[in-house]
């Protein structure tokens, strides 16, 4: 049987934790002493009831500890080149298999000069993904100098478009900024479902769950989702918030309630 991200749904909906950010985007940017650490996170995602956990393989061998299902990052890069972005394949779909991952996530830069070679590489790890039982989720990040604005509501559904068409099971795309343009996004991904992917802290509680809202008016899927939720001072307190949007329907207001400040 063909896999699904049904590991990953609740009532239809998901919540994923990422954490792929010290090799994107390096330690010193991104972390605090607390999040510098694996352990951190796992006991975010478990008590936080994320429906799945997100990294690379070198954390996943080290630090998983089976208690959110897990996917596994199989390419990445690091923030140091200069140039026309690519991520390339740094583990095998059968090691993810083997540290427990039920799905296995690729990132797609597309409009990058390089976007054959990840295309190309995408559509053989995502065969290799479904003939060992793995969903594959393609992170589309449209990027490059052939890319002015990569949150345009029409560049955003042409990612979630090509998600799709290349045989993704889910997609992770930035918000386009409304409700109203990310439907047609949502539409564009038919039957792939779509994730919105967190982006930096945002300046707010309250900015950040009208985004979630948003996307779920929209008819997506969730989030895949991690500085708001680590970087925060309460991270389960987000969680929390987050669950209420995501799997119970409420507003963002009643949202807020869920932080005790
Ligand atoms: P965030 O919620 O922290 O943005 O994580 C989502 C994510 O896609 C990570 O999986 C990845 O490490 C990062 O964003 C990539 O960020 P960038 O947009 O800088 O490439």
Redesign the pocket.
């Known amino acids: 049987m063909k896999p699904t991200m049904a590991p990953f749904l609740r009532k239809g909906k998901g919540i994923l934790l990422?954490y792929?950010?010290g090799?994107?985007?390096g330690p010193s940017k991104?972390f605090n002493e607390k999040s510098v650490d694996p352990e951190y996170i796992l006991e975010i995602a478990a008590k936080g009831k994320f429906t799945g956990l997100?990294f690379q393989k070198g954390v996943a061998e080290k630090y998983y500890d089976g208690k959110t299902p897990l996917v596994i990052?199989v390419n990445g890069k690091t923030?140091l080149p200069k140039g026309e972005p690519i991520a390339s394949q740094i583990c095998s779909v059968k090691q993810a298999k083997a540290l427990g991952a039920k799905a296995v996530?690729y990132?797609i830069y597309l409009g990058s000069a390089h976007e054959n070679l990840m295309l190309q590489e995408f559509g053989r790890i995502q065969q290799e993904a479904h003939e060992t039982g793995l969903a594959a989720i393609a992170?589309i990040?449209p990027r490059g100098e052939a890319v002015p604005n990569d949150t345009a509501p029409e560049i955003i559904a042409y990612a979630a478009r090509a998600g799709l068409e290349a045989g993704a099971d889910a997609v992770?795309i930035k918000y386009t900024g409304d409700s109203e343009t990310f439907k047609w996004a949502v539409k564009s991904a038919g039957a792939a479902k779509v994730f919105m992917?967190?982006?930096?802290k945002a300046p707010t509680d309250d900015a950040f769950l009208k985004q979630v809202k948003g996307v779920i008016d929209a008819g997506g899927t969730g989030l895949?989702?991690?500085?708001?939720v680590w970087q925060h001072d309460r991270p389960l307190e987000m969680a929390a918030a987050l669950r209420e949007i995501i799997f119970n329907g409420q507003t963002v207001e009643t949202a807020l309630k869920k932080f005790s400040r």
């Not at 992917?197 to 930096?200: A, C, K, T």
């Not at 895949?224 to 708001?228: E, H, K, L, M």
């Open positions: 990422a792929d950010q090799l994107e985007h991104d997100i990052k923030s996530g990132t992170w990040y992770k992917s967190g982006g930096p895949a989702v991690g500085r708001n």
